[in-house]
């Protein structure tokens, strides 16, 4: 497959998982959603569905959507090296789409919310998201874009976050899941949906499970640069956890992919 | 396939489809029905594994249902546009009597519910399906048959269905399901259900989701036809949204087909 | 296949199906349970996992575990008629089984609600099973074993029901499910459990979903034989609207199939 | 397959079934997680899944992840007896693994719970999982490690464990899964994981169906272990039904199999 199917392929699957995935952490922090409060399990399944769409969408291309899988495929030697920019280009694209495909969606609840007074006195009105306590500069929307920890420790965040990439990237690999990019199988698609929704509902209290770096580091970028009043900060100082905690967990998923399993 | 057989399997399978989903918006909506208030996640599962039984029945011509997936895939080449008018009316009729089924299943909780004096005060019991304050026409049984926009702004509204159906006839096409009617897999068709659940739960906070022309003008004609006693406007102003947004959208995403995957 | 085989491999399936069913119902309705009060998404999809499990473990007789599901296969030709009293025979005794064995895994909860003086004062602490407005002699524990309707009015909950049941062996038939009682393939159980659970959502609403009859009518003669303290009556009266309407859905369902899609 | 290959593999899926298992007792139980009080329907599914990522992983080695299932398989005749201390071997080391795992994703979650003036005061904020009158010496994170009985009464207890476990292996032998430890089909792994739901959605209430040996003991020698402040007692009375009943429950699944299915 051409360097250009891979990109354009792993961008719009990668747009479809963040519109969604951003989608229902939307849908469940508006007030004047049809979704409100409606709770962790609607995240979780919201997200694993999330992760269902897009990956069918990009089958073509083997549906990585996640620089951290990426990472892993190209370990086990599922895919080359060379294309491994190719891969996180697309992904990082993707991120940036969906996240203004979220904003567009939910364009009313957004401009209601943010000039909403009880929210400005900062009821932020989000479900289970960012806990202003532990993120005093994390906007009232911020986390409908990206992550934050529910107790702030570089270590133990980051911590988590390698765990449970771990997890995703091990059943990813084998899986024989997005083996050299030449597209997933049906069944193979519906199950790592349900790991994520699965990881979501036992490793997502503490951070928020970004799992995956486009996925928070992308909206982040959207966050800061939309033109949203009342925004408030995009949390730059957590940022880098959710980047580099993921990408070490491919890795040592690869890695033990590598030495018990191949 | 001969016209009538595509035209009877879409007619009892948007009819089960209807019946299902609207069944599930009664279920949540009365409180004299098991169900009362069992929230949002019950409603996108019960709208998905509506599409699930719906799209099963009507294996035979592909288990279309819904209009937008017949233009999409007519745009994609995988019927004939001779067809499209066979298709559209089988959906439009199912719709209608799938209503008229909601409302046979229901009939002792309408009764109940349309005389309650409590819902005639105004609090109409609606569990997240019409916001009364942005719907003051609508009645309050509205939101079992059609769905209604939670912040009233026609071009928002349009853009979030628009947003919504394409993300879903685009999932149906990269599948290849419905493909030249030849009916659906297995596998694929539960895929699609679960495709419908999340878009459920990510992207319906703001307008409730209709993703099909068919699904929310039959009901909301049978809702008008009705003899229900007490049961309020059918919201006219509303209904070409849920019908030209998600027409838009299939033909969208039978455009993104065509130009990023064929 | 033998008719002791159907019959044992029929009794095991049900006798799973009516107590992981049963289960479901009394983990939800007992103060002294994990699952007190989860709600009517527990019941949906504790019912349709029940069928799932019943229906694995029974593959070898086609698993119908549902006399509406035997009447539907026979009409349209997937069993002769003369195993159809051995299909009965072992639905019967499995749902008589399952009862018994629903009991004994909550045995400690039975004797705690039914000696609970608030129980007693008419507060039964059931989770949306049986409305004791409704159902005045309805013992505080009828619904962990049957159903009840939530507005009692014969015809109507007798259309409920059929329709109901219509609906689920239409999608068994169309699917070549159970067909000839050689077993069911793995992705169709998983759908009709999908289907189960969402009829659950969606049409369980007025009379908590019976469609079957020995779902039913079996464990309500193990309501009324068991030594329980304070149980109640048994409410006879209702309990042959369960039986028949499931039984008139099932010949419904097959009639529509032999019409429309043979 | 070797025996390390086998000791390995099941090491490593009964690690992450345990990790992901505990980890959703966790995301319930801390105020300070994303999933606080996310009620039992998140608890059934993230076991569900718990179960279906770890198969997923093992699926070399047959995934037993269970000793119970172990027991099963080896009556049927799916392994020879000389594997099964190897199979043990790697499910309560992995077990073990698994709890230590939890600890470490929600350290801060741990220290900041077990140090809350409202915990130590017997206010525990668990959800669902140990009731303190039933368990007084079941310190306030014992639910994240172990299961603990609504109503303490040993028969009834192991009765509980048994039907429940009974069904689980009886389904997983039905399957055909699992045997000769050639690894999994990708539906059956699926499956199991949706039983494994169902069975916690209907027969948890109860006990918090252990329904495996090593998934109770495991976790409950590491809670005795780690160095937590104020952890309170393993209840270690109670410790051996989780263990015994499941090993019988297992046992009868392959004696039931031999007779109504072999």
């Known amino acids: ?9 792993e961008t719009i699957g990668t747009a479809v ?6 989608g229902v952490c939307a849908a469940v922090t508006f007030k004047r959603s049809k979704a409100f409060n409606a709770g962790w399990v609607a995240i979780a399944f919201g997200w694993g569905f999330a992760v269902l769409t897009g990956a069918y969408i990009a089958a073509k291309s083997g549906a990585h959507l996640n620089p951290a899988v990426t990472v892993g495929i190209a370990i086990k030697g599922g895919i080359p090296w060379s ?3 190719v891969y996180f280009a697309g992904e990082f694209l993707g991120a940036l789409i969906g996240a203004v495909l979220v904003w567009l969606t939910y364009y009313g609840q ?3 919310h943010l000039t909403d007074p009880e929210v400005l006195a900062g009821h932020n009105g989000e479900e289970g998201m960012v806990d202003p306590a532990a993120a005093p ?3 009232p929307v911020l986390g409908i874009f990206s992550t934050g920890p529910e107790i702030r420790h570089a270590v133990q ?3 988590t976050e390698i765990i449970a990439t771990t997890v995703l990237v091990l059943a990813i690999l084998t899986l024989g899941l997005s083996d050299n990019g030449k597209g997933v199988g049906a069944i193979g698609t519906l199950l790592v ?3 994520v929704t699965g990881l979501g509902l036992s490793l997502g209290g503490p ?3 970004a799992i995956n770096p486009v996925r928070d580091l992308g909206p982040r970028i959207v966050h800061a640069l939309l033109p949203l009043p009342n925004k408030g900060g995009s949390d730059w100082g957590y940022a880098w956890i959710p980047v580099v905690g993921p990408l070490i967990g491919g890795a040592l998923a690869g890695g033990i992919y590598q030495v018990a399993f191949a």
Chains 1, 2, 3, 4 share one sequence.
């Open 1 to 9: 497959m051409s360097s250009s199917d891979i990109f354009i392929s």
């Open 17 to 22: 998982l963040v519109l969604m995935g951003g």
């Open 83 to 85: 294309e491994v920019p």
């Open 110 to 112: 957004f401009r209601a």
């Open 137 to 139: 500069k994390a906007g």
């Open 157 to 159: 965040n980051l911590v």
């Open 193 to 195: 949906a349900l790991v």
């Open 207 to 209: 951070t928020g499970y």
